[in-house]
């Protein structure tokens, strides 16, 4: 912008004297140029005179062709009072000899000039008239070539253009250096400095910069002295809290537990998913946040305690922003831990993502009446892709002594045996964020016990509900063979324990569920939202996530109580997911046509009932939209927790608004003061909004502190904590 306004100021300048210097060049000419004129027409009418009152017409052309051939005379002529040729040259101009100057300058007794255009070219056409006794007798014509003038003002545009662009090139190559080495590599170091200190790394910012910038780092360095002694304030009363059993949660008190418990002992996360996707976008690499709830879970944790985090690369510029070893230090504004990409084949991920994690176990570990699809080569991909994983991450823990593993997830049920295998000392820990089936249900998975023995070689099994521990012991008990510990809730195989307990997940709270101002309304009207109230959807687009269950109760709502029409939006951010899978791209058409067959059945030409936005929201942007909600909607057929519930409590700093809550959803037993529904009734559905849109304030703000409570005292770095001592004490 600076050097775009200063090329910009210096063209000016440049324009403005170089039209003065060609302005005052054509004046100079010009004048020379008449003055010439005037002379050779003074001279000529002398001699040309007398011919012409005696009628001597060849003696008048012997003149003509005699001063014609001068160097800039382009012809000559003489005419007689009628304006009719007595003698011309033989190349004069035909504008000339045709110019209707001849005949001013003779009713006016005066000469006269002018430029005219011939032939292409620039002349100046000068007529003196001709007189004897007082009386005008013709009119001498002299044209004299004018194009040279015009050749010199090009010139000079020209000359000075080609000075200008040395003059930009010099000052823009000047500014560059002046940036790039006075201010750009001394604010560099600056804010690399300010980034060391944000981080947590002692760095000296007086010494990292250029002298002149003396005033700013010097109150930098005092600012970033109050950071640190507030950072080791907050690290001192995060460690008393420590031994407080009723305060909060924090990332500072999660960061100085596992100093004290794992004496900074490195974690390391697995996950199918990873953190932070980049794409290219028109030649420009972006970074994004992929939506689901094991990254909003785990990613706070991981800026808490720092460590590693591996993951399956699934960005089209993800090797690109990775080093040789698939590194990359996340989260991109503001490193803080390590991500360590996987990258798999299309091949492999049809099998093991698309296949048995999707196609198989989802559906069986979900009861949404989807029917599990079993493939023989999906399960090898799925091996194939298990060991993958455990591969990097043994590779990554080969220098370290009693590693702590945190595997998530059902996309690798056998990397906990593979690493325990390799690393008996190794801590493995696998959490899985769906539901665990009925033994009978499990039954019908045929590679059960494989899946069972890679699961129980890790040290402690994680479940959301007491409810999916009890299934999995007795899916355990069924298909394998191994001692069930019921009173330590434990599997005992060939000398190695395997804890099985729940932790119900959680979010960041207090932390960037916090709003920093009051929500802007600009968000929805930009969707075209204006009505009194709103109501909110926010899921993936999967199938157990109930979403056609919950327009039906929208429709039926606006059916039994039509006092809402035109009053109410609902808004369902609809996120894609899994696009490759035959099963969601039906239930994405779906979607897609009861919002619309609803929207026919209701809209107006001011209103419709339904927005639905088919993309992903940021964070940032769902914070907005919970605190603008009058009512949230989870209707998942089932789910493992529901993270969304949880982040629409903690946005709800005024303590107002009402969750619409399944019973299916394992939030149900954290959040009871929601209006718990079962979401197959489209009547039970609409009861509750006309319910939640009719509830006094103070009932809401009773249900949603309480809800508010039960978030605040088991957030992420609580449930982190709590699956990391327990991993320990195994």
């Not at 399956?312 to 360590?340: H, Q």
């Not at 295998?421 to 964020?433: E, G, L, T, Y």
Request: glycine content about 6%; some cysteine.
């Amino acid at each position: 912008m600076v050097t775009a306004a200063v090329i910009g100021a210096v063209s000016l300048i440049a324009a403005g004297f170089t039209f003065i210097q060609a302005n005052q060049e054509q004046v100079d000419l010009t004048a020379r140029l008449q003055s010439r004129a005037q002379l050779l027409a003074d001279s000529l009418a002398e001699s040309i005179t007398p011919s012409v009152r005696n009628a001597s017409t060849s003696s008048v052309q012997r003149i003509v062709d005699k001063f014609a051939t001068q160097e800039r005379i382009e012809g000559l002529g003489v005419f007689d009072a009628s304006a009719s040729p007595i003698a011309i040259s033989r190349d004069i101009p035909q504008a000339a000899a045709s110019s209707s100057l001849i005949a001013l300058v003779m009713d006016e007794n005066e000469s006269a000039g002018a430029f005219v255009l011939g032939d292409g070219q620039s002349m100046y056409v000068f007529a003196e008239p001709l007189t004897s006794d007082d009386r005008v007798i013709g009119a001498l014509v002299v044209v004299q070539n004018a194009q040279y003038i015009q050749d010199r003002l090009w010139i000079i545009w020209r000359d000075n253009l080609v000075r200008l662009l040395l003059q930009i090139i010099i000052v823009t190559s000047a500014i560059f250096v002046l940036v790039r080495w006075v201010f750009f590599r001394p604010l560099t170091r600056l804010v690399d400095s300010l980034k060391s200190v944000r981080a947590g790394v002692r760095t000296e910012t007086d010494g990292a910069v250029h002298a002149f910038l003396r005033p700013l780092t010097s109150e930098l360095s005092k600012m970033t002295s109050s950071l640190r002694q507030a950072r080791t304030a907050a690290s001192e009363e995060a460690r008393l809290r420590l031994q407080k059993i009723d305060s909060p949660w924090t990332a500072e008190r999660l960061r100085e537990f596992i100093k004290a418990y794992l004496k900074d002992r490195p974690i390391f996360v697995v996950s199918n998913a990873e953190p932070y996707v980049h794409t290219k976008v028109r030649n420009k690499i972006e970074w994004s946040v992929p939506a689901g709830g094991v990254i909003t879970a785990i990613e706070p944790v991981m800026e808490a305690c720092g460590g590693t985090w591996i993951a399956c690369g699934s960005g089209n510029a993800d090797k690109e922003t990775a080093d040789k070893d698939g590194k990359i230090r996340v989260p991109p504004d503001e490193p803080k831990y390590t991500l360590k990409r996987v990258w798999i084949t299309p091949k492999e991920r049809k099998g093991y993502y698309d296949g048995l994690s999707n196609q198989a176990l989802w559906p069986l570990c979900h009861l949404a009446h989807v029917r599990p699809q079993f493939r023989k080569e999906d399960w090898a991909e799925y091996r194939k892709v298990n060991v993958l994983f455990a591969k990097s991450l043994l590779e990554e823990i080969r220098h370290i002594e009693r590693p702590i593993i945190l595997v998530q997830d059902y996309h690798l049920a056998l990397a906990p045996a593979l690493i325990k295998k390799s690393r008996p000392d190794a801590q493995v820990a696998i959490f899985w964020h769906i539901p665990w089936p009925s033994a009978a249900q499990f039954a019908i998975c045929p590679w059960r016990k494989e899946i069972l023995e890679g699961m129980l070689g890790a040290d402690l099994v994680g479940f959301h509900t007491q409810q999916y521990c009890n299934n999995f012991m007795d899916t355990v008990a069924s298909e394998i063979e191994a001692r069930i510990d019921y009173e330590r809730f434990s599997v005992f195989r060939g000398g190695h324990q395997s804890r099985v307990e729940p932790f119900p997940i959680s979010i960041a709270f207090p932390g960037n569920a916090e709003p920093d101002s009051p929500a802007d309304r600009s968000m929805i009207e930009s969707l075209g939202i204006r009505t009194e109230y709103l109501a909110l959807g926010v899921d993936r687009l999967d199938y157990i996530k109930g979403i056609p269950e919950r327009l039906r109760g929208i429709e039926f709502l606006l059916d039994s109580h039509p006092e809402y029409r035109g009053k109410l939006t609902f808004l369902q951010i609809a996120s894609p997911t899994r696009g490759g899978i035959e099963q969601f791209q039906e239930y994405a058409q779906l979607v897609i046509s009861e919002a619309e067959r609803i929207n026919t059945k209701f809209a107006t030409r001011d209103w419709k009932p339904v927005v639905l936005e088919h993309r992903s929201y940021s964070h940032k942007e769902l914070r907005v939209l919970y605190q603008l909600a009058n009512v949230c909607l989870v209707t998942s057929l089932h789910d493992g927790m529901n993270l969304v519930a949880k982040e629409y409590v903690a946005a709800r700093t005024e303590e107002g608004g009402v969750l619409v809550l399944s019973h299916f959803a394992g939030a149900s037993r954290d959040l009871p003061t929601a209006l718990v529904i079962n979401p197959y009734s489209a009547e039970e559905t609409a009861e509750a909004i006309h319910k939640a849109l009719t509830m006094p304030e103070s009932e809401q703000h009773r249900r949603m502190k309480s809800m508010r409570q039960s978030v605040r005292e088991y957030n992420i770095y609580r449930w982190s904590a709590e699956i990391i001592k327990t991993l320990a004490g195994v």
